[in-house]
């Protein structure tokens, strides 16, 4: 199977650029093996403080509405945030003073979701709050085991019942001027955010619960989505196990499903995360990249790739493949010509992409344009 790019790795990085490359009329293929970032997705992009005309078209063209306003966004326990670019459902607020009274709903039995925690957060900002459990029939059948009653489940049941929540809301809600509820709504409808709050007559404001993150998981299935429509090829659940290279040109990549059946490309992009998602390994002596071998920065001394005072940053969060000004990375100091590195598996090697989110787009985008800009 021969294709213009192969991609490894399909989360936020491999799905923007297979997107970028496809919509520019490129065959590519993402292999992806399993979970990956999104499913822990705040909504928000961390570091991009505005919203790019286009980063905001990619992702209005796959359903995903974004918006930006300078200020800050409430966090699940209750504190705040700066603002960064988010999906439309999050709120953003130009201060931490976000109301003087709120209804603070979920729904008993689901644990997810931290209320008590808000409410002493948001008491602090001198917010009056009160709680209430909703008792729904139709997550009775959750109920009944608790490790059922968890944020997807919840959401799946939501897409079908949240005029039931509305209902209860309007009825719960006294003088209060904001109703806030765990994001558990929109999984497969993206339209339920928006009529909640066109159905509740207070603000409404959306807020995180434990993960898989309910948006994370929307924004994944819509991204995959729009890259399958424009005809990419997605092979899920399978992992890279290695890869051909002659004279630092990479010819094809081994897959752990496709066996003799090699993926051939002219460019191959690595997107396979960092440590979490398995992009980078560690064992006793170094750390390294499992697919092609690529140089990894790290210190040489292995005590100094941690802080020992476990909530102090970690120097292991900042390490990242090495790689030339084009973003290719370096094996035994040289690039691999046709290959490119994006997203976390950067780690902190590129500041001026920025980071969490931003990295991840910024440089999807970037290898996108050389790849197209390289077959003009
Ligand atoms: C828990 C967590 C929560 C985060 N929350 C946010 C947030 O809310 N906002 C934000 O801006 N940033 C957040 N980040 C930062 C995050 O890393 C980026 O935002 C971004 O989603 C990373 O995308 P990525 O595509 O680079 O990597 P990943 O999302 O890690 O995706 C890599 C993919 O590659 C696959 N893969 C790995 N090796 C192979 C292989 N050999 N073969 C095939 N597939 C392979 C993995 O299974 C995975 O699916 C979070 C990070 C973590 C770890």
């Known amino acids: 199977m021969k294709f213009n790019t192969v991609i490894i790795g399909g989360g936020l990085a ?94 008993a039995g689901y644990h997810d979701f931290f209320c008590q925690f808000l409410a002493e957060g948001l008491e602090k900002q001198g917010m009056q709050c009160r709680i209430k459990m909703l008792n729904l029939p139709e997550l009775e059948h959750l109920e009944k085991s608790p490790s059922e009653m968890r944020s997807v489940q919840i959401a799946r049941t939501m897409d079908r019942i949240w005029e039931s ?47 898989p993150s309910v948006p994370g998981i929307r924004t994944q299935m819509l991204l995959k ?71 990894v920065e790290q210190a040489s001394d292995r005590t100094d790739w941690y802080n020992p005072e476990f909530m102090r940053e970690q120097p292991y969060m900042k390490y990242g493949v090495i790689c030339d000004d084009n973003l290719r990375p370096l094996k035994d100091g040289e690039p691999l010509r046709n290959l490119f590195a994006i997203g976390s598996i950067l780690g902190q090697t590129r500041p001026g992409l920025g980071s969490g989110g931003e990295l991840a787009i910024r440089s999807a985008l970037a290898v996108a344009d050389q790849i197209l800009k390289s077959d003009e």
């Open 14 to 107: 491999g799905l923007v650029a297979g997107i970028s490359l496809q919509k520019a009329g490129r065959g590519t293929a993402i292999i992806s093996e399993g979970q990956n970032a999104l499913h822990f997705f705040s909504g928000t992009f961390e570091s991009i403080e505005d919203a790019p005309g286009r980063i905001t078209d990619l992702f209005a063209e796959a359903g995903i509405g974004l918006h930006y306003s300078p200020g800050v966004r409430l966090m699940p326990m209750g504190t705040f945030k700066k603002a960064a670019l988010s999906l439309e459902d999050i709120s953003l607020f130009p201060g931490p003073k976000i109301g003087s009274r709120a209804l603070i709903v979920s729904f």
């Open 165 to 211: 929540v509305v209902r209860e809301v309007r009825i719960l809600l006294r003088d209060e001027d904001t109703v806030i509820l765990p994001q558990v709504f929109g999984l497969q409808d993206t339209s339920v955010p928006s009529r909640i709050r066109g159905g509740i007559p207070a603000q409404v404001v959306f807020v995180g619960t434990l993960p």
């Open 225 to 295: 989505r729009r890259y399958q429509l424009l005809g990419g090829t997605y092979l899920m659940g399978d992992e890279a196990t290695g890869a051909h290279v002659h004279e630092r040109v990479v010819h094809s990549i081994v897959t752990h499903n496709l066996g003799n059946h090699f993926l051939e490309a002219d460019n191959f992009i690595l997107a396979t995360g960092t440590f979490f998602s398995k992009g980078l390994r560690s064992n006793p002596f170094e750390i390294s990249e499992p697919v092609f071998g690529v140089d």
